[in-house]
């Protein structure tokens, strides 16, 4: 069954040039994923999007996968292929949907361990020596759909003005805590911090004018949602959430780390004596 997620976003400082709404409402858009979903060029998600048009008076849609780097530029070195986020721009701009993008820094070539044990999709810091590799990539996507006219893609309309930060902090996925690998970030908090600094200077360096914002995707607090006394059956016997209700796990595992990993993050972001970090937090 498909699954549409909706998501209300306040936006602020339109581009001059274009007339593009400060209130939107928004979804995000999951019908290019998982593998299976049918592929950007299937008629379906025009036909979709039409039908969305009718329902919403328009605005930003969040595209996942759409920034993912491997995908873009798969190899050290090689030259950016936009031919399918270019067709994924025309076909939401045909509708008058304003993309929110995904930069995903999930290109392992790029990773100081290129083949960690790790699930597919998720995010690592690049290694000291590709940090220039990242910045680049960054650099030429904001410039690409940015819409002040220089390098911008063929035929842009609806220029991106916000971009998501992904690696959202881990507090498990479903509920099932500490059974579950990080889904989105796999690497440390000092590297995701280190990540959002080198992002942010580099979109800012595409887009000066500080019309382009970053975005951080913040944590993830599906486990904290799901450890209610409401659904005891929520979990196995001995899964997290029964100890937790028990006062048993409540120190030493994912979940107190991703307190303190959201803790150091929230610090971090008030603080811009250490760089900053980003614009917003999502």
Not at 2 to 24: E, G
Not at 70 to 93: C, H, K, M, W
Not at 242 to 261: E, F, H, I, V
């Amino acid at each position: 069954m498909k699954t549409l997620l909706c998501f209300a976003a306040l936006l602020f400082a339109p581009l001059q040039l274009f007339a593009q709404s400060d209130w939107r409402f928004g979804f995000e858009y999951n019908e290019n994923w998982p593998f299976w979903s049918p592929r950007w060029a299937h008629p379906t998600h025009a036909q979709l999007l039409t039908k969305l048009a009718h329902v919403t008076s328009r605005g930003a849609i969040n595209v996942n996968g759409v920034g993912n780097w491997s995908s873009i530029q798969s190899r050290e070195g090689e030259e950016y292929n936009f031919a399918t986020p270019d067709s994924i721009v025309r076909l939401f701009q045909a509708q008058g949907f304003e993309l929110t993008w995904y930069l995903n820094c999930e290109a392992r070539w790029a990773w100081v361990n290129p083949n960690p044990a790790v699930r597919l999709g998720a995010s690592m810091a690049p290694a000291p020596d590709k940090e220039d590799d990242w910045q680049n990539f960054v650099r030429a996507v904001v410039e690409r759909y940015d819409g002040d006219g220089t390098d911008d893609m063929p035929g842009l309309l609806i220029p991106i003005r916000f971009y998501i930060m992904t690696g959202e902090i881990k507090f498990d996925k479903s509920g099932l805590g500490d059974q579950e690998n990080p889904p989105f970030w796999a690497d440390t908090i000092d590297n995701l911090l280190r990540l959002h600094r080198l992002t942010y200077a580099a979109l800012r360096a595409a887009d000066p004018s500080g019309n382009t914002k970053l975005v951080s995707s913040g944590a993830v607090l599906w486990d904290l949602y799901a450890d209610f006394p409401d659904y005891p059956e929520f979990d196995p016997p001995q899964g997290t959430i029964p100890l937790r209700l028990q006062n048993q796990s409540y120190k030493g595992n994912s979940y107190m780390n991703g307190w303190r990993a959201l803790q150091k993050m929230l610090a971090s972001f008030g603080d811009e004596g250490d760089g900053v970090e980003c614009d917003y937090i999502g």
